[in-house]
């Protein structure tokens, strides 16, 4: 079964630094990839994904994510961080099959907080 | 506005009695999932349906019920053979099955006494 692994289960940075949260998962087949985002007591929004083709996304909020198949990854970054940026990220994959489409069922990762210092 | 409605945001129960959370969606999806999540442990998958009047088991269906009769509404029943239901339990829809692209709602906040 898939699985995703989120490296640090808490991230802090300062107003201004560069944030990078990590996204590894583990299937030998590259399953489409999501980030969502969660505001306390909210539902999650989806920040960007990758299907296909180019492998460095752009989404909302200046966040993007850079898809490395070579490393199972897909790390989001964003170079400049905003007290608003303060939530728990978290990275979600589809299972593949070998011709690439999907079989739907997304597989979450524990999520990431992120906390920014002024 | 498009979106997904769940209710009630905040629900208290006494052990034993079962609860049922709403949830409707008028984004014409085709598919609807319910997550729970509790802290530190992710989103995880307790029932979806990828049609109207046809759902499956997720990874964690045990204690839970739901029902599919429109395309617009999902109900979660938590029955009390749940163990542990106190959580936040969120609903999703995406327009069909295997895009991953999901759209939640609010929440609902479950606390069992």
């Known amino acids: 079964a898939q699985s995703v692994t989120q490296l640090g289960s808490h991230v802090s940075v300062s107003e201004g630094a560069l944030v990078l949260l990590r996204c590894n998962y583990s299937?030998?087949?590259?399953?489409?990839l999501f980030w969502y985002v969660q505001y306390p007591n909210q539902g999650l929004q989806l920040l960007l994904k990758y299907t296909t083709g180019a492998t460095l996304v752009k989404g909302i909020n200046g966040f993007e994510a850079e898809f490395k198949k070579s490393e199972t990854s897909f790390h989001l970054t964003k170079p400049s961080a905003h007290m608003s940026d303060a939530a728990e990220y978290f990275c979600?994959?589809?299972?593949?099959?070998?011709?690439?489409?999907?079989?739907?069922?997304?597989?979450f990762g524990q999520g990431t907080i992120l906390t920014v210092h002024p | 506005d498009g979106g997904i409605t769940q209710s009630p945001k905040y629900l208290f129960r006494k052990e034993g009695q079962n609860v049922t959370l709403s949830c409707e969606q008028n984004?014409?999806?085709?598919?609807m999932y319910w997550y729970r999540q509790d802290p530190g442990q992710g989103l995880r998958l307790i029932y979806y349906s990828q049609i109207v009047n046809d759902f499956q088991k997720g990874d964690i269906a045990e204690g839970y019920s739901v029902s599919r009769e429109k395309k617009e509404s999902f109900p979660l029943t938590v029955t009390s053979a749940q163990k542990n239901p106190t959580a936040f339990y969120l609903c999703?829809?995406?327009?069909?099955?295997?895009?991953?692209?999901?759209?939640f709602g609010e929440g609902s906040r479950l606390t069992v006494l």
């Open positions: 984004l014409n999806h085709d598919a």
């Open positions: 999703a829809s995406s327009q069909s099955f295997n895009t991953g692209e999901l759209f």
């Open positions: 979600a994959v589809t299972d593949n099959n070998a011709g690439g489409t999907s079989y739907g069922k997304l597989t």
């Open positions: 299937s030998s087949v590259p399953p489409y």
